[in-house]
């Protein structure tokens, strides 16, 4: 490789380190745990200095043959303004090859997604904090391996595509949370350690009432802990997340490419992501 030039190379566990760096230059909360699930459920790219160093990283998470979301995009500072993050972008194209598209995007990188022919779907607001002291919610219980199977189905149904690694890998990791009525689940929740703490979603439910349940849940048992929630604008819960201690810090925008069509559905739905790279 000459002086000055990058190379991409496929994503492996041996970039983690590298990764890892790069995204603490860009205050993410990422610890090598989190690269480690995201790269276990994609594929994807890095791009190394002409010293071997990662300077860049893009990662494609498929859900199925539904579609496939496109993370954990990151141009280091010194290689900015040369056209990799549009190389990176093609190269994650490749991967994700036919599947429909959705990422979430920062204001930096919206320009080029845009130009990439993707549009926008929301607005994802970012809650973190410690949570106030909350009352132990009635009917949400703690899932068991038994329940997997049907939690895979509700999310899929809510989803609208098929996230059944994404769920084992969750298991692995985390707890799950639920709701029953008439011996049905009809609402579930996740919670793993990320970042500083830990994150709260995937929340899938039929109302805010039961996503708040399910938070609570979870947050009740843990005080003084802090917690993460990443929601979408029009759940109607963001200001519920403020008032018990989970404060906005940031979000981004969720894109799509090709746009989709079709009316949303009601129920159930999508009340907060498992974080913003794995939607």
């Not at 090859?97 to 607001?125: H, N, Q, S, W």
């Not at 403020?242 to 009601?266: F, K, W, Y």
Request: hydrophobic share 45%; net charge negative; glycine share 12%.
């Amino acid at each position: 490789m000459q002086q000055g030039e990058i190379e991409l190379q496929d994503f492996g566990p041996d970039h983690i380190e590298g990764a890892v760096a790069l995204s603490r230059q860009e205050n993410w909360p990422h610890r090598p745990q989190d690269w480690q699930m995201a790269l276990q459920l994609s594929s994807g790219a890095v791009a190394l200095d002409d010293q071997g160093r990662v300077t860049g990283t893009i990662l494609v998470t498929p859900y199925g043959g539904d579609c496939a979301m496109i993370n954990m995009v990151i141009v280091g500072r010194n290689a900015r303004g040369k056209g990799l993050g549009r190389r990176l972008m093609e190269q994650a194209f490749v991967l994700a090859g036919d599947r429909p598209l959705r990422l979430v995007a920062t204001a930096d990188g919206m320009p080029l997604y845009e130009k990439l022919g993707f549009v926008p779907a929301g607005t994802i607001r970012q809650h973190q904090g410690e949570v106030v002291e909350l009352a132990l919610p009635k009917g949400v219980e703690a899932a068991g391996a038994d329940d997997l199977a049907d939690i895979k189905t509700l999310d899929r149904d809510a989803y609208g595509a098929d996230r059944e690694a994404l769920i084992d890998a969750l298991a692995e990791r985390g707890e799950f949370a639920v709701l029953r009525r008439r011996g049905i689940i009809v609402a579930y929740a996740a919670i793993r350690p990320f970042g500083r703490g830990e994150v709260i979603g995937p929340v899938i439910a039929g109302n805010a009432d039961d996503a708040k349940a399910l938070i609570s849940f979870f947050a009740a048992s843990r005080p003084g802990a802090f917690l993460r929630v990443d929601t979408e604008s029009r759940t109607g819960i963001a200001g519920w997340l403020g008032e018990i201690g989970l404060a906005h810090v940031g979000g981004g925008v969720a894109m799509d490419r090709p746009a989709r069509n079709g009316p949303e559905q009601a129920r159930p739905r999508v009340y907060a992501l498992a974080n913003q790279a794995l939607g």
